[in-house]
């Protein structure tokens, strides 16, 4: 097995609290040494040296909302480009949707799901299976059995279940399983016809607005049923401080609850729809700026717990059409840690709170290897410059959509290599 000392490296690793200088050594599959202390330990003979000269070593980004088109939509995104795309974001792991066709709902599909990512993906995929059979809200799905099959988590992906009931036992069959049920709250009749955040510039665009109670009414009951089952919740996307809120004082309450974001509502705001741009049609909508404001102070406070991509790939079928016909979603594993890093360049969030959220954060969330550069872990990990500039143009995206809402955008802090399990995986 072949040894790799990264020296001079800028190591920040949350799930120690470090943030220093020193090497990091990976043998074979696992880390062997990361810290100040591996420095004079020096390079083992015969081992491959990398001076990093002040560059940044993180764990590898653990993406935990991922929107992939295989089985029954490959030409939007296969399991093997969403890898390719992920290694260079510096994401080694992903958590999979079960919005496909067919739905993640039974073990067939899973085991479909981790034999093709086996085969073709150069990233760890672990998929989430559906609460629902077929997304419809109704029949529950076999927990056990898919928990069993390899199923990290419950989700009904895009789609808010409506029955209170379903909910409440969904939470606590997951709860005797020890799994974590997540969700995204939109309610469909406040929602309606809505494709933007309600106020005063979906009024001057002639465009229907959803108000930010469409989220906080079903995160409320859902956040209800979580003290009354005593099950894990986890809200998958919230885009406003009512939201906020309510995740605030159920966590003081002793619930057992996280709540994640989308890096497009800490990123962007709903002037970013400009004249009808439809990569910029998303759920949940870009918010106003007071809401995205008070969504960072929720990551830098802890209310929020960890930042996803909510990676959405879409056609140009699906998105060249009138900003209300088009689809929602963008991609965004590419772009997740250069988004991200704005927050640190500017102040807004301290680099260690910043990549917990996008590593430690989730491999925890979702009881998943990664999230740690201690000695002895799997050598899942990112070498960064994060000072680098770089222009997001499509001709450089390696997502098989591109519906990105960077197009253009300058970002600073690029991916230089990745590993995964010790193997690099992508490297400029």
Known sequence: MSITVFERARIVDPSRGIDEVGSVIVDGRKIVAAG??????????????????????????????????????????????????????GVTSIVMMPDTDPVIDNVALVEFVLRTAKDTASVNV???????????????????LLREAGAVAFTDGRHTISSALVMRRALTYAR?????????TQDADLASSGVMNEGLYASW???????????????????A????????????????????????????????????????????????????R????????????????????????????IIVSSHDPQDVDTKRLPFADAAAGAIGLET???????????GDVPLLR?????????????????????????????LVDLDEPWIVAESGIRSRSKNTCFEGARLQGKVLQTLVAGRTVFSV
Do not use: W
């Open 336 to 346: 997740l840690l250069g988004a991200a890093l704005r927050l640190y360049h500017n």
């Open 225 to 276: 049923l979580a003290r009354l089952t005593r099950g894990s919740y986890h809200a998958a996307k919230i885009s406003t401080a009512m939201a906020a809120n309510a995740v605030t004082r159920a966590k003081a309450d002793g619930a057992t609850v996280t709540s994640g974001i989308a890096i497009h509502n800490l990123s962007l705001n709903e002037n970013d729809v400009g004249e009808y």
């Open 36 to 89: 100040k202390a591996a420095l004079n330990q020096g390079a083992p003979e015969g081992a491959i040296v990398i001076d990093c000269a002040g560059k940044a070593i993180i764990p590898g980004l653990v993406d935990g909302r991922v929107f992939i088109g295989e089985p029954g939509g490959e030409h939007r995104e296969t399991i093997a480009s969403a890898s390719v795309a992920a290694a260079a974001g």
């Open 126 to 144: 672990f998929p989430a299976a559906a609460i629902t059979k077929g997304l419809d809200g109704r029949e529950m799905t076999e927990f056990g």
């Open 205 to 223: 665009l002639g465009l229907s607005g959803i108000p930010r109670e469409a989220e906080s009414i079903p995160l409320e009951r859902d956040l």
């Open 176 to 184: 005797d399983f020890g799994a974590t049920i997540v969700h995204e």
């Open 278 to 305: 439809t990569f910029f049609r998303l759920t949940p909508p870009l918010r106003a700026e007071e809401d995205r404001l008070a969504m960072i102070e929720a990551v830098r406070d802890g209310t929020i717990d």
């Open 354 to 382: 910043l990549i917990e959220t996008l590593s430690t954060a989730p491999a925890r969330l979702f009881g998943l290897p990664g999230g740690t550069l201690k000695p002895g872990a799997i050598a899942d990990l990112a």
